[in-house]
């Protein structure tokens, strides 16, 4: 295939899906492809005029961080500058060949690869890195990705925001504002049919999607009695009415409700026509940057990972998932009024109030219990003395991405079914 061939099994260079030209697999194979190579794919991409070229990378420095591969800042001089073109840039590469994560990690970023290229439409509605190459090997579970490198902390942007520490921001409300209306911006966009054929191609929507629960009756009994646990043996963790035993018995009587018509749910969610649209399903404050223009906070969005035609609702979730429990309490409504608003005012369907509070409350029902309940015997892998942790904020947790992250979903879940009653949404499926 190429002359950076490591074997036949473990090749150092692989041809992309996309674009039909070879990238490196490997950071090692990436230093030995070099500025010829970035020629090539930005030429490929129309990112590259084809008179001008990458002449030099003039730094390259690993950046560490996220569940992809390796991960690198280059600095690369060109020919000439020219408009859209970068020479401050972010590599993101696919877990190597090794790599006992690998097979788990590497397909989510065919989605966001497919992302990227279709981001270069002129008109695309939401601000994005600039995607000057992306590539992805569905044979040999190989991607690259480069885009513009985000100034976080400069020329008027933001410095990075935290997952799971949204406490510490002055204004959370206008940052979610913010993602509210660009998710509306993006979804809108796909359904006044301005992608064309685009998105249909790219991410196709599967209303016989398969149930989103990955474990069965045993196994979530198993999980039920670890919050149980937890909620004992670490009461200082939780707020009081999501440890309180009666709640507790509340939700793990309804919890298995969820499991066991998971499939009706789903179905009258997709079913929704007018409310599926192309979202970023993982749209926290931590995957977006942020800037003030006019008196008014922008934000772009990272990590596409997740990116997919689905219910609005889902993705409301999904961006919500991470904020503090009193901020969804008083501003939820304002933020679903803002999206529904600004979704039809943007060119798509109008979607009933009503119903959209109802899959919203399916959304979470589904969404928290096929990925929030492992959070207890996470936080006691990461953190075996859990039970002496002072509280959420004590430094042992705040500091661990893992365990912080874990805490804080489990509490948005139970605290959304307690506040939202969504155990007699589930028990009238």
Same mark, same amino acid.
């Given at each position: 295939m190429?002359?950076?061939v490591?074997d036949?099994?473990?090749?150092?260079?692989?041809?992309? *899906?996309?674009?039909?030209? +070879?990238?490196?697999?490997s950071?090692? #194979?990436?230093?030995? &492809?070099? $500025? !010829?190579?970035?020629?090539r794919?930005?030429?490929a991409?129309?990112?590259l005029a084809?008179?001008?070229?990458?002449?030099e990378?003039?730094a390259?420095k690993?950046?560490?961080g996220?569940?992809?591969?390796?991960?690198?800042?280059?600095d690369?001089?060109y020919?000439r500058?020219?408009?859209?073109l970068?020479?401050a840039l972010?590599?993101?590469?696919?877990?190597e060949?090794?790599?006992?994560?690998?097979?788990?990690?590497?397909?989510?970023?065919?989605?966001e690869?497919?992302?990227?290229?279709?981001?270069?439409?002129?008109d695309?509605?939401?601000?994005?890195?600039?995607?000057?190459?992306g590539d992805y090997?569905?044979?040999?579970?190989?991607?690259?990705?480069?885009?513009?490198?985000?100034?976080?902390?400069?020329?008027?942007?933001e410095?990075?925001q935290?997952?799971?520490? *949204?406490?510490?921001?002055? +204004?959370?409300?206008?940052h979610?504002? #913010?993602?509210?209306? &660009?998710? $509306? !911006?993006?979804?809108?966009?796909?359904?006044?049919?301005?992608?064309?054929?685009?998105?249909?191609?790219?991410f196709?929507?599967?209303l016989?999607?398969?149930?989103?629960?990955?474990?069965d009756?045993?196994?979530?009994?198993?999980?039920?009695?670890?919050l149980?646990?937890?909620a004992?043996?670490?009461?200082?963790?939780?707020?009081?009415?999501?440890?309180?035993?009666?709640?507790?018995?509340?939700?793990?009587?309804?919890a298995?409700?969820?499991?066991?018509?998971?499939?009706?749910?789903?179905a009258?969610l997709?079913?929704q026509?007018d409310m599926?649209?192309l979202?970023h399903?993982?749209?926290n404050?931590?995957n977006?940057?942020?800037?003030r223009?006019?008196?008014?906070?922008?934000?772009?969005?990272?990590d596409w990972?997740?990116?997919?035609?689905?219910?609005l609702?889902?993705?409301?979730?999904g961006?919500n998932?991470?904020?503090?429990?009193?901020?969804?309490?008083?501003h939820?409504d304002e933020?679903?009024?803002l999206l529904?608003?600004?979704y039809s005012?943007?060119?798509?369907?109008?979607i009933?109030?009503?119903?959209?509070?109802?899959?919203?409350k399916?959304?979470?029902?589904?969404?928290?219990?096929?990925?929030m309940?492992?959070?207890?015997?996470?936080?006691?892998?990461e953190?075996?003395?859990f039970r002496?942790?002072?509280?959420r904020?004590?430094?042992?947790?705040?500091?661990?991405?893992?365990?912080?992250?874990?805490?804080?979903?489990?509490?948005?879940?139970l605290?959304?079914?307690?506040?939202?009653?969504?155990?007699s949404?589930?028990?009238a499926?």
């Amino acid at each position: 295939m190429n002359a950076l061939v490591v074997d036949d099994a473990r090749p150092a260079m692989v041809r992309g *899906d996309a674009l039909g030209i +070879d990238f490196p697999t490997s950071v090692d #194979a990436f230093h030995a &492809a070099g $500025a !010829a190579f970035l020629t090539r794919a930005f030429r490929a991409t129309g990112v590259l005029a084809p008179d001008n070229e990458v002449v030099e990378i003039v730094a390259v420095k690993e950046f560490f961080g996220g569940g992809m591969g390796r991960k690198l800042w280059l600095d690369v001089r060109y020919v000439r500058p020219q408009e859209g073109l970068h020479t401050a840039l972010f590599a993101k590469f696919t877990r190597e060949f090794g790599d006992p994560l690998r097979d788990l990690f590497s397909p989510v970023m065919a989605p966001e690869v497919r992302f990227a290229l279709l981001s270069r439409a002129p008109d695309f509605p939401v601000r994005v890195p600039v995607c000057h190459f992306g590539d992805y090997s569905a044979a040999t579970q190989c991607g690259l990705l480069i885009t513009e490198r985000v100034p976080y902390g400069r020329d008027g942007v933001e410095p990075v925001q935290d997952k799971c520490l *949204d406490y510490r921001m002055a +204004d959370p409300l206008d940052h979610y504002r #913010a993602l509210t209306r &660009a998710m $509306a !911006a993006l979804a809108a966009h796909h359904r006044a049919g301005r992608f064309g054929a685009a998105v249909a191609q790219a991410f196709p929507f599967d209303l016989a999607s398969p149930p989103m629960i990955p474990y069965d009756r045993a196994a979530l009994d198993e999980k039920l009695a670890g919050l149980r646990r937890f909620a004992a043996d670490a009461p200082q963790l939780l707020p009081e009415a999501l440890r309180d035993p009666a709640f507790l018995d509340d939700f793990c009587r309804e919890a298995p409700l969820v499991l066991e018509r998971q499939a009706v749910m789903q179905a009258w969610l997709n079913g929704q026509e007018d409310m599926i649209a192309l979202c970023h399903w993982n749209m926290n404050v931590d995957n977006a940057w942020f800037w003030r223009a006019d008196g008014v906070l922008h934000c772009g969005l990272l990590d596409w990972g997740g990116v997919a035609q689905m219910n609005l609702a889902m993705a409301f979730v999904g961006m919500n998932c991470a904020a503090e429990t009193d901020f969804l309490a008083q501003h939820e409504d304002e933020l679903i009024d803002l999206l529904l608003v600004a979704y039809s005012e943007a060119g798509g369907p109008a979607i009933d109030r009503s119903a959209f509070a109802h899959a919203l409350k399916w959304s979470i029902a589904l969404t928290g219990m096929a990925w929030m309940l492992d959070a207890p015997a996470l936080i006691a892998a990461e953190i075996p003395d859990f039970r002496q942790v002072k509280d959420r904020f004590d430094p042992e947790l705040r500091d661990r991405f893992l365990p912080r992250a874990q805490l804080q979903l489990i509490t948005v879940f139970l605290d959304s079914w307690r506040r939202l009653d969504i155990g007699s949404a589930v028990r009238a499926v």
